[in-house]
């Protein structure tokens, strides 16, 4: 249902606003009962607090038959994956990298990519004019209820993903010409979440993120970019066939530059938006400018956050990053894919609610973990069956060879366990019937022509890989990898004074 009265055309002042593509309206003014369902869930958890995110019992079933699960030897909130699991992370991840190229050579950024450090010194300058400007209190709690801290000291387990980012260009001559540029890790992050809140695969305390820095010559380009990267988050979300609605909260200065920004968002989304303007003069929460988050809604309606893109200057700045001709960057931080592990809750949860609807759904061929499984109709059968899997192994096509003394009935719920997409019953003498979902009976398939299929459906849905440009040494937007920033001098005094007084640096006395 649309939202009422839909009197501007825009947010306009301080305050919570309800977008759709039908119109805009004050939140106060639209009752519950004329806003969309997954937005009033929205309204319920980031104002009235009730931040209620409870499992789907399917994606519970799945997480568990695939191997994950809680880790019991370490503390609450740090999760284990075995197996199949192991392999969706892994490809999950290398997902992440992928999508993010494409969209960055959609976007035509040149991109650097980094793989970072865990630990950071909560007492270096820069963390500690960071922490003040996203919190405003000096003290290193971004998220949850305190920072990993070892050994009692200033020495702090990451939190957040762009740390080691902004960390490199803090060493290096950021090219102005060159903007935007980007650059990609995905970072192992870590964040005490409260106990309460813990939910497997979805809300952790140890997980993956794969985040990119764009940085433009200022917030004007980095609003430019956010548009066009917009539309790329959407493609990939597209892959979950799910509702959407958006959270965005942005500070009364860019909201008041910009009054069409947020209806264009919307109406390119097709979804609700909650627009929470700030007070003038005030930041966001993290200290950006404008924060949009992608909130998935899920088999039981609740909208939960998956991709996301912020907006800032003053952080950046916080960091002492500039350009070679003295530039002063804005920076879009942007996790298009979401978390490593929110990404295949998610994907699970397609699967229960495409189920729900009536349907036998399977997951994408890149994230399956077993594509194939081979079934002797008999004892007599097992060599033959032995000899095609391995056939289907050898053209790329993860099989396991299903060699218990079972009952088909049996062997056959086992795969659909694992949502296995291709179950193939061998004979004796090597004639092969093939099952594959979405269809629940076998049919006659000479071996040749099963593995032609398979292969061939593997190679189409195969991730491309992340990086498929040559890049030009010429525009490096760092420069040569010999050349420092002019004030390098003075960025090692600091370190030099920080090293006096905790007493060593990378195990060498002060």
């Given at each position: 249902?649309?939202?009422?009265?839909?009197?501007?055309?825009?947010?306009?002042?301080?305050?919570?606003?309800?977008?759709?593509?039908?119109?805009?309206?004050?939140?106060?003014?639209?009752?519950?009962?004329?806003?969309?369902?997954?937005?009033?869930?929205?309204?319920?958890?980031?104002?009235?607090?009730?931040?209620?995110?409870?499992?789907?019992?399917?994606?519970?079933?799945?997480?568990?038959?695939?191997?994950?699960?809680?880790?019991?030897?370490?503390?609450?909130?740090?999760?284990?994956?075995?197996?199949?699991?192991?392999?969706?992370?892994?490809?999950?991840?290398?997902?992440?990298?992928?999508?993010?190229?494409?969209?960055?050579?959609?976007?035509?950024?040149?991109?650097?990519?980094?793989?970072?450090?865990?630990?950071?010194?909560?007492?270096?300058?820069?963390?500690?004019?960071?922490?003040?400007?996203?919190?405003?209190?000096?003290?290193?709690?971004?998220?949850?209820?305190?920072?990993?801290?070892?050994?009692?000291?200033?020495?702090?387990?990451?939190?957040?993903?762009?740390?080691?980012?902004?960390?490199?260009?803090?060493?290096?001559?950021?090219?102005?010409?060159?903007?935007?540029?980007?650059l990609f890790e995905i970072s192992d992050s870590f964040r005490r979440e409260p106990a309460e809140a813990l939910r497997l695969a979805f809300r952790q305390r140890r997980f993956h993120l794969p985040e990119a820095h764009l940085h433009t010559a200022d917030v004007a380009g980095a609003a430019?970019?956010?548009?066009?990267?917009?539309?790329?988050?959407?493609?990939?979300?597209?892959?979950?066939?799910?509702?959407?609605?958006?959270?965005?909260?942005?500070?009364?200065?860019?909201?008041?530059?910009?009054?069409?920004?947020?209806?264009?968002?919307?109406?390119?989304?097709?979804?609700?938006?909650?627009?929470?303007?700030?007070?003038?003069?005030?930041?966001?929460?993290?200290?950006?400018?404008?924060?949009?988050?992608?909130?998935?809604?899920?088999?039981?309606?609740?909208?939960?956050?998956?991709?996301?893109?912020?907006?800032?200057?003053?952080?950046?700045?916080?960091?002492?990053?500039?350009?070679?001709?003295?530039?002063?960057?804005?920076?879009?931080?942007?996790?298009?894919?979401?978390?490593?592990?929110?990404?295949?809750?998610?994907?699970?949860?397609?699967?229960?609610?495409?189920?729900?609807?009536?349907?036998?759904?399977?997951?994408?061929?890149?994230?399956?973990?077993?594509?194939?499984?081979?079934?002797?109709?008999?004892?007599?059968?097992?060599?033959?069956?032995?000899?095609?899997?391995?056939?289907?192994?050898?053209?790329?096509?993860?099989?396991?060879?299903?060699?218990?003394?079972?009952?088909?009935?049996?062997?056959?719920?086992?795969?659909?366990?694992?949502?296995?997409?291709?179950?193939?019953?061998?004979?004796?003498?090597?004639?092969?019937?093939?099952?594959?979902?979405?269809?629940?009976?076998?049919?006659?398939?000479?071996?040749?022509?099963?593995?032609?299929?398979?292969?061939?459906?593997?190679?189409?849905?195969?991730?491309?890989?992340?990086?498929?440009?040559?890049?030009?040494?010429?525009?490096?937007?760092?420069?040569?990898?010999?050349?420092?920033?002019?004030?390098?001098?003075?960025?090692?005094?600091?370190?030099?004074?920080?090293?006096?007084?905790?007493?060593?640096?990378?195990?060498?006395?002060?």
């Amino acid at each position: 249902m649309s939202p009422a009265p839909l009197a501007v055309e825009a947010p306009g002042g301080p305050g919570d606003w309800v977008v759709t593509p039908e119109g805009v309206a004050a939140l106060a003014e639209v009752p519950a009962a004329g806003r969309p369902a997954a937005l009033d869930r929205l309204v319920e958890q980031e104002i009235a607090g009730r931040r209620v995110e409870p499992t789907p019992p399917r994606v519970a079933e799945l997480l568990a038959a695939f191997g994950f699960g809680w880790e019991p030897l370490t503390e609450p909130g740090h999760m284990r994956a075995f197996g199949h699991a192991a392999l969706m992370l892994g490809q999950a991840k290398r997902h992440a990298a992928a999508e993010a190229g494409a969209a960055l050579d959609a976007l035509g950024l040149p991109r650097i990519t980094l793989d970072g450090v865990r630990l950071v010194d909560a007492d270096h300058p820069r963390m500690r004019a960071y922490t003040e400007l996203t919190r405003g209190d000096g003290e290193v709690d971004l998220y949850g209820d305190e920072p990993y801290r070892i050994d009692g000291g200033s020495w702090v387990l990451r939190q957040t993903a762009c740390f080691q980012k902004y960390a490199l260009l803090t060493e290096r001559t950021l090219a102005d010409r060159a903007l935007p540029v980007a650059l990609f890790e995905i970072s192992d992050s870590f964040r005490r979440e409260p106990a309460e809140a813990l939910r497997l695969a979805f809300r952790q305390r140890r997980f993956h993120l794969p985040e990119a820095h764009l940085h433009t010559a200022d917030v004007a380009g980095a609003a430019e970019l956010a548009l066009p990267l917009h539309r790329r988050v959407l493609r990939v979300l597209g892959e979950l066939d799910a509702k959407l609605v958006l959270l965005v909260n942005a500070t009364h200065e860019f909201a008041a530059a910009r009054p069409g920004f947020f209806t264009e968002l919307v109406a390119r989304a097709d979804a609700p938006a909650l627009v929470r303007i700030g007070a003038p003069g005030a930041l966001c929460m993290d200290g950006v400018e404008v924060d949009v988050e992608y909130k998935v809604v899920d088999a039981l309606g609740c909208p939960r956050e998956l991709s996301t893109w912020q907006i800032d200057h003053r952080i950046t700045a916080s960091f002492g990053l500039r350009g070679d001709e003295g530039g002063r960057p804005a920076t879009v931080h942007t996790v298009l894919t979401g978390g490593v592990e929110r990404y295949v809750f998610l994907a699970l949860d397609r699967i229960a609610r495409r189920e729900a609807a009536g349907e036998r759904p399977r997951l994408p061929l890149w994230l399956t973990p077993v594509v194939a499984r081979v079934v002797p109709a008999d004892a007599a059968a097992l060599g033959a069956a032995g000899g095609l899997a391995d056939r289907l192994a050898a053209a790329g096509v993860r099989t396991e060879l299903d060699d218990r003394d079972q009952p088909l009935a049996r062997a056959l719920a086992e795969a659909d366990a694992l949502l296995v997409p291709h179950v193939l019953r061998v004979g004796a003498d090597g004639s092969v019937e093939l099952r594959s979902r979405p269809h629940e009976t076998f049919r006659a398939c000479p071996p040749d022509a099963a593995l032609a299929q398979l292969a061939a459906e593997v190679r189409r849905e195969a991730l491309p890989p992340p990086d498929r440009t040559a890049p030009r040494l010429t525009r490096h937007p760092l420069g040569r990898p010999g050349d420092r920033r002019e004030n390098w001098g003075e960025h090692q005094r600091d370190e030099q004074r920080d090293d006096q007084q905790k007493g060593t640096r990378h195990g060498e006395p002060a």
